[in-house]
């Protein structure tokens, strides 16, 4: 591959994973059309391959997968499935519709898990492994085979399984790292043993996915590339089971700034990093930590006075990468009470946003109510408004109107106007607090009584008239549910958020109750 700056290079396919691992984080779970939403954004980051989901888990889950592999066209959707006929068949249904569906199917091959997951032999385990890439090659050409807990297996069994998988037909080969527990020289070690000496191993892609358990997702990842893997399986922001996969913008951006040393290439537009990662946060209600690398508020910010100096002097001195580079935008005041559609239109594709002509109706008409509210509207502002507006999940419970009252001669207590299923219901209750009585009045309206776990307010942007933005997760039956919402005011904005979350829950039974149909 020609990379950007002319010079020839490998090409390292990226293969993100943020719709299915990243949904085994707890409270990262999306519905339908934000995952749609997701994999647009994924499609235009340039990833070669999306992986959608397990389609054998629920109806949800298939239907996801099914609508994503219809609405993709420029990358490949990818399927999981277990070494079995029928999670094959059922992940075959869903991505069978895009131009190059991809069956991905795995099975476990470290002892420990064959023995006491599996509760099979290792001969077993290679027939499961053969007879599914078999079976999988028999409807597309295009099947990868995970060794699942890769990095603790014996390694001659490994290389066994992955021959017998390859010449069943597999054209990408996966060594994950499953639970986090490889080091970078090892594995990059076990990668160099395997393409040497697994037959076939020039014929297929191998590719590495590897958790972050004791941090060490991203140098794994580029350990094992470094040794020859190809494929990089990572999620936006890292997201993912327990402490989560590599992350896409980590692996990207090192094989970038050290060029000299990889040597590789990838087909990510870099500039579409920030943006993509702020959309997974904004859909899964989780704030990105500040001092993320590449997409956390701090990853950019020079607070003391030697590294100001340098920057001053030459921003080389403390910048390996400009924040342009990866997507982000200069954090002044992006629009104002008279701004236009036009600016609004412009500043929206700056930031990754492509709305449809009605999308950017409402958001406009938003923002200038907000306007009307605080003086300066800021990115992080607009953002807001876009997930108010436009990505919310249609409203089982809808606020219509909201008033609390508190203060140190009043007993705190609301009064709420909402929608439960399109009926109208008002109802008023007290608290502790404001919010408190704002939560108990929607919990008796909903006839629901979730335990808060958490509830947070940061302030979106500066200023007395900035937008509170909330996060609330609640829990009801063991099941849990993250609601984020931001307002001027931050009752109004907490009452959003719970609401979110409610909303978040119902979605979520509905789908169970469907799969159990
Ligand atoms: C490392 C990873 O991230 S793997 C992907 C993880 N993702 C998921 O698990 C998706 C969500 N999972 C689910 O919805 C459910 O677990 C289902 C629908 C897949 C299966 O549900 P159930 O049939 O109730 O099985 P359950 O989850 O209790 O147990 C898993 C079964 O699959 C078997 N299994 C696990 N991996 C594999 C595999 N790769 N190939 C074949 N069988 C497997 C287990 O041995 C166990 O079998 P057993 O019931 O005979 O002991
Ligand atoms: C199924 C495989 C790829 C996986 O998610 C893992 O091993 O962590």
Known sequence: MVSESGENMDKVFFFDTTLRDGEQSPGATMNRNEKIRLARQLEILGVDVIEAGFPAASQGDFESVRDIAGTVKNCQVAALCRALPEDIDRAWEAVRHNPHGRLHTFVATSDIHMRHKLRKKPHQVLEMAEAAVRYAAARTSNVEFSAEDASRSDRDFLRRVLERAIAAGATTVNIPDTVGYTQPQEFAELIAYLLENVEGSHKVVFSVHCHNDLGLGTANTLAALKAGARQAEVTLTGVGERAGNAALEEVVMALE????????ASGIRKEQLFPSGRLLSLIIG?????????????????????????????????????????????E????????????????LEDLGYRLEAGQVDIVFAAMKKLADRKKEIF????????????????????????????????????????????EERVISDFGTGPVDAVFNTIARVVGRRPKLIRYAVNAITGGTDAQGEVTVKIEENGKTSVGRASDADIIQASAKAYLNALNRLAKKEEENACARL
Not at 389 to 401: A, S, V, W
Request: glycine share 8%; aromatic share 8%; proline share 6%.
């Open 257 to 264: 700034v050290r060029r000299d040393f990889y040597r590789l």
């Open 332 to 347: 002044d005041m992006v629009l104002g009470k008279h701004s236009g559609r036009a600016a609004l239109v412009r500043r």
């Open 286 to 330: 989780q704030p990105i930590p500040p001092c993320k690398p590449i997409i956390g508020v701090n990853a950019f910010a020079h607070e003391s006075g030697i590294h100001q100096d340098g920057m001053l002097k030459n921003r080389q001195t403390y910048e390996i990468m400009t924040p342009q580079s990866v997507g982000r935008q200069d």
């Open 379 to 422: 990115v992080e502002d607009l953002e807001a408004v876009i997930l108010e507006e436009i990505f919310r999940i249609p409203d089982k419970y809808r606020l219509e109107y909201l008033s609390a009252v508190s203060g140190n001669m009043a007993i705190p207590n609301a009064v709420i106007k909402m929608y439960v299923d399109g």
